[in-house]
């Protein structure tokens, strides 16, 4: 039997069973075996000692960004969004069905995003698809194609060529979806509620904040959950924010309902009583909210209430988010954080008493759950060599002049952050390079 390529030796690294000292041996772009930290000899020169200050993650998974390409490239990109991915430690990304042109709601636009992806990526991308009214026929061909699952929005989403759907359209994409065997993504927010809430307007967030009330995402996610148990179709709603949905959610748990759901760095490190006049880097929808709804979503997480933590990286040129002179009405709403997460995340979950063992579930295992990756997201026999080394106790002050987005205005801008990304394996190949390793992935077929 041939001998391993790499040899990674550290003092923590961090499995599914807990963080220990470990030698990783890879074979093949896989994890081959876990050993004790001195046991197994790698081939010359290709062993791998981290400092003592180092930890190893698995890389992380992200299932919640939006790339853009093609069609509005100027807002993002693969190889600018996957090199910020690969910088952060995030190993896997899933691309949602829009922003790009078309959106990804057949497999002739998944195969569009698929070449437009080729040859340009420094991680792991999969696709999500997505459904908009009268689009459900296309379903099994998108699924066939390898789309992870599909997405859709309860209310506008901000570009006309992906509208919402009712409640009728949301039960028949899941019913399709029930048949088909794939999840339902929701983004989940009550166009009613946030429709007969006063409109955002001017430069002060508190305004912003009232125009998408937490009732909103409440009757959404009860929405959804009637859908799912209808239907019996396994849903997953997006970027929660508002604590006040968490009781739902773990009742329709209890009855059996097939439900998950995500949060997002923002949601758990921001504010909304921090937010200055006009500072549209901080909107997105929906919104950051005070700070006692942060540390309820902070308690769900802990309870396991609350699957993972993604970013819902959705960028845009920075004209679109100074429109109205900071004028939160009238800005476009998303957050840039794919190359922050981790260590955003970190910075917040270290003070709350949360291990690298809870961010690695959070970031990393719990998403690739959800996307049935099941080679991805864990240090284990038989999975991905996706690896991170990871300086815990290091840490920097954020430039927007070290990022790799496209466009580097971001809410982070200045502050101290927890941890260091130090280097990325990609199926064992360095990730962090000029050189793009990654590879376009297709939903993987039951029984891997
Ligand atoms: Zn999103």
Redesign the pocket.
Request: hydrophobic content about 45%; some cysteine.
């Given at each position: 039997m041939a001998g391993p390529d790499l040899v990674i030796r550290a003092r923590r690294v961090v499995t599914p069973g807990g963080t220990r000292p470990a030698a990783v041996v890879i074979r093949d772009g896989t994890i081959a075996a876990i050993g004790p930290y001195d046991a197994v000899a790698g081939p010359a020169g290709e062993t791998a000692i981290l400092a003592d200050d180092e930890v190893l993650l698995p890389g992380l998974v992200d299932t919640?960004v939006?790339v853009n390409e093609p069609g509005r490239d100027h807002w993002e990109g693969f190889a600018s969004a996957t090199r910020a991915a690969a910088a952060g430690g995030i190993t896997t990304i899933v691309d949602?069905p829009l922003n790009s042109i078309p959106p990804t709601t057949n497999a002739g636009a998944l195969r569009i995003k698929r070449e437009a992806a080729a040859g340009q990526v420094h991680v792991d991308v999969g696709f999500w698809g997505g459904a908009v009214p009268g689009s459900a026929v296309w379903l099994p061909g998108l699924h066939a194609a390898g789309a992870f699952g599909v997405k859709v929005f309860l209310i506008d989403s901000g570009v006309p060529e992906f509208p919402p759907l009712d409640q009728a359209g949301l039960a028949s994409v899941m019913a399709r979806a029930a048949e088909l065997g794939t999840v339902v993504l929701v983004?989940a927010e009550d166009a009613g509620v946030v429709a007969g809430a006063p409109p955002a307007a001017g430069p002060g967030y508190g305004s912003f904040l009232r125009s998408r009330p937490a009732a909103a995402e409440v009757a959404a996610v009860a929405a959804v959950i009637e859908a799912a148990q209808a239907t019996g179709a396994r849903a997953h709603v997006?970027?929660l924010s508002a604590a006040d949905a968490l009781g739902l959610l773990t009742a329709a748990r209890r009855d059996g309902v097939r439900i998950t759901a995500e949060t997002c760095p923002h949601y758990l490190a921001l504010a909304a009583e921090d937010v200055p006049d006009g500072a549209t880097e901080f909107k997105c929808c929906p919104p950051i909210r005070e700070r006692a709804n942060s540390d309820r979503l902070w308690q769900a997480l802990a309870e396991g209430i609350i699957d993972c933590v993604v970013s819902?990286h959705?960028p845009c040129p920075p004209e679109l988010k100074a429109r109205g002179g900071g004028d939160f009405g009238a800005a476009w709403g998303?957050i840039s954080s794919l190359q922050l997460a981790l260590p955003v995340v970190w910075t917040q979950a270290r003070r709350r008493g949360h291990s690298l063992d809870d961010v690695a579930r959070w970031m990393a295992a719990g998403p690739a759950r959800i996307a049935g990756l099941d080679g991805k997201g864990r240090i284990e026999p038989g999975c991905d060599a996706d690896l991170v080394v990871f300086a815990p106790d290091d840490g920097f002050t954020v430039d927007p002049a070290r990022l790799y987005h496209r466009h580097r205005l971001t809410p982070y801008a200045g502050q101290r952050l927890d941890g260091v990304v130090r280097w990325t394996w990609l199926r064992g190949e360095p990730a962090c390079g000029s050189r793009p390793v990654g590879r376009g992935l297709a939903r993987e077929a039951a029984g891997r």
């Amino acid at each position: 039997m041939a001998g391993p390529d790499l040899v990674i030796r550290a003092r923590r690294v961090v499995t599914p069973g807990g963080t220990r000292p470990a030698a990783v041996v890879i074979r093949d772009g896989t994890i081959a075996a876990i050993g004790p930290y001195d046991a197994v000899a790698g081939p010359a020169g290709e062993t791998a000692i981290l400092a003592d200050d180092e930890v190893l993650l698995p890389g992380l998974v992200d299932t919640h960004v939006h790339v853009n390409e093609p069609g509005r490239d100027h807002w993002e990109g693969f190889a600018s969004a996957t090199r910020a991915a690969a910088a952060g430690g995030i190993t896997t990304i899933v691309d949602m069905p829009l922003n790009s042109i078309p959106p990804t709601t057949n497999a002739g636009a998944l195969r569009i995003k698929r070449e437009a992806a080729a040859g340009q990526v420094h991680v792991d991308v999969g696709f999500w698809g997505g459904a908009v009214p009268g689009s459900a026929v296309w379903l099994p061909g998108l699924h066939a194609a390898g789309a992870f699952g599909v997405k859709v929005f309860l209310i506008d989403s901000g570009v006309p060529e992906f509208p919402p759907l009712d409640q009728a359209g949301l039960a028949s994409v899941m019913a399709r979806a029930a048949e088909l065997g794939t999840v339902v993504l929701v983004h989940a927010e009550d166009a009613g509620v946030v429709a007969g809430a006063p409109p955002a307007a001017g430069p002060g967030y508190g305004s912003f904040l009232r125009s998408r009330p937490a009732a909103a995402e409440v009757a959404a996610v009860a929405a959804v959950i009637e859908a799912a148990q209808a239907t019996g179709a396994r849903a997953h709603v997006l970027h929660l924010s508002a604590a006040d949905a968490l009781g739902l959610l773990t009742a329709a748990r209890r009855d059996g309902v097939r439900i998950t759901a995500e949060t997002c760095p923002h949601y758990l490190a921001l504010a909304a009583e921090d937010v200055p006049d006009g500072a549209t880097e901080f909107k997105c929808c929906p919104p950051i909210r005070e700070r006692a709804n942060s540390d309820r979503l902070w308690q769900a997480l802990a309870e396991g209430i609350i699957d993972c933590v993604v970013s819902d990286h959705s960028p845009c040129p920075p004209e679109l988010k100074a429109r109205g002179g900071g004028d939160f009405g009238a800005a476009w709403g998303g957050i840039s954080s794919l190359q922050l997460a981790l260590p955003v995340v970190w910075t917040q979950a270290r003070r709350r008493g949360h291990s690298l063992d809870d961010v690695a579930r959070w970031m990393a295992a719990g998403p690739a759950r959800i996307a049935g990756l099941d080679g991805k997201g864990r240090i284990e026999p038989g999975c991905d060599a996706d690896l991170v080394v990871f300086a815990p106790d290091d840490g920097f002050t954020v430039d927007p002049a070290r990022l790799y987005h496209r466009h580097r205005l971001t809410p982070y801008a200045g502050q101290r952050l927890d941890g260091v990304v130090r280097w990325t394996w990609l199926r064992g190949e360095p990730a962090c390079g000029s050189r793009p390793v990654g590879r376009g992935l297709a939903r993987e077929a039951a029984g891997r």
